[in-house]
């Protein structure tokens, strides 16, 4: 199936960056809630010293977000993309609205009550991000690959920007009373209207785009249902239960177990890319780097470098010659970001700030670049619902890998006083 063009420009390529700017605001908007509370746990830390609020609300989330996508990925095939995106970004406006308010209500004071509502909303972001993420990486893995790069650029994106927020407003109200508490509400006020932000542009602009009409037509062609809403959106009616009587053939799919069976090296890729980024980011860099002569700038230091090189990592594979493609290859690469196990350890033991930022830069750099390579690759040869179910299938061995690198996490704190 195919659009008709006026002006006789290849429908596949018109609006391709003004969509590649879109995924990227979309996928800011996918992690900029929690990437805010990550970002902000220096001042969850002096509310909740006693609580671990680094380590406590990645491992909330991680379930809420893996149980979640598993229940999504197994009935994807069956699901309301529009719905779904939609539901998500909504729950990530109004979980911001809730940090505000249970803050503004409790009048920045810590506790076990106010502690186990920042929980809840930790949580809440989890079932938000299996909305969104897989949802959207599963629509884009049968769009062009530029336009999933955008999106995943789009997530380290979000890291950087809370990460210069933070730094901002720690310099900004670092001197003055309340100064961890106002840079906390700022945050999340902007948060919010992020939110609210990507709400209106997936509802109202990404369907619109003749780009993104193209590609979604193509599904509806091969047999996908997710894209039904969507089309109607963007002003496209489908014929493909038509379709699907003149040619049954065409129609047909791999299961989501042939394709998970096809995959299971990409699969193992990401869960081993996650649980060992999450193994460091952010529990052990938050409390156990030492001390050094940054002071209190060194925790929001770490996480801003994190940031930036995973960011740079995932524009890395546009450029071919660095693009790995090969599965062993990738494989290789990945395995051998398990010597940094030993690099982060012997470092904060004995080295100093320079080589734990060094270290920390690297980290970043590998996630972004092995993270994009793998879900670029993965989808090709594939139909348009195969890749949909192939994108949700990756995504969510991506956040089983997140939730066992959260729970390792702990095992920083063996020998150590709770």
């Known amino acids: 199936m195919a659009i008709a063009d006026g002006d006789g420009a290849p429908t596949q390529f018109k609006g391709k960056y003004a969509a590649m700017m879109v995924c990227w605001l979309l996928g800011i908007g996918c992690l900029f809630s ?17 609580y671990h609020p680094s380590r406590v609300l990645s491992l909330v989330y991680q379930p809420f977000a893996v149980g979640t996508l598993a229940i999504l990925a197994y009935n994807e095939a069956k699901l309301n993309t529009r719905r779904r995106n939609l539901t998500g ?5 109004i979980s911001s609205i809730l940090v505000l308010v249970l803050d503004l209500a409790t009048s920045g004071k810590g506790g076990i009550g106010t502690f186990i509502g920042i929980c809840a909303v930790s949580g809440a972001f989890g079932i938000a991000d299996a909305h969104v993420q897989g949802g959207m990486v599963g629509d884009l893995s049968f769009m062009h690959p530029e336009l999933i790069q955008s999106f995943l650029a789009g997530l380290a994106a979000s890291g950087i920007l809370t990460s210069t927020l933070r730094l901002i407003t720690k310099a900004a109200f670092e001197n003055s009373q309340n100064g961890f508490r106002k840079g906390a509400i700022l945050f999340f006020a902007i948060s919010a209207f992020f939110e609210l932000l990507c709400v209106l542009l997936y509802a109202f602009v990404f369907p619109k785009l003749p780009i993104v009409r193209y590609y979604r037509s193509k599904a509806a062609s091969e047999g996908s249902k997710t894209v039904s809403a969507d089309l109607v959106a963007g002003g496209i009616q489908t014929h493909s239960k038509q379709e699907a009587e003149e040619d049954p053939k065409h129609m047909e799919r791999l299961s989501t177990k042939e394709l998970f069976f096809e995959n299971m090296d990409y699969a193992l890729d990401l869960f081993l890319i996650y649980v060992l ?3 460091f980011f952010p529990g052990f860099l938050s409390e156990d780097t030492g001390s050094h002569g940054l002071r209190g700038w060194y925790v ?22 660095l693009k790995i493609e090969s599965r062993k290859g990738l494989m290789v690469a990945i395995l051998s970001r398990f010597l940094l196990i030993p690099a982060f350890y012997f470092t904060a033991k004995y080295g100093d700030q320079g080589w734990m ?10 996630n972004g670049f092995l993270t994009v390579c793998v879900l670029t690759s993965a989808p090709k040869g594939y139909k348009g619902p195969e890749q949909n179910a192939l994108g949700n299938l990756l995504v969510l061995f991506l956040l089983g890998g997140i939730f066992a690198g959260v729970t390792l996490d702990w095992l920083w704190l063996i020998g150590k006083r709770w």
């Open 357 to 366: 930022i060094m270290l920390t830069s690297f980290l970043g750099l590998t």
């Open 277 to 279: 980024t999450l193994s």
């Open 34 to 50: 929690w990437n805010s509370m990550v970002t902000i746990e220096d001042y969850y830390g002096y509310l909740f010293p006693r």
């Open 300 to 321: 929001p230091v770490l996480i801003a470098m994190y940031n930036v090189w995973d960011l740079i990592g995932r524009y890395l594979p546009l450029l071919k010659f």
């Open 89 to 93: 970004y909504i729950l990530f406006f």
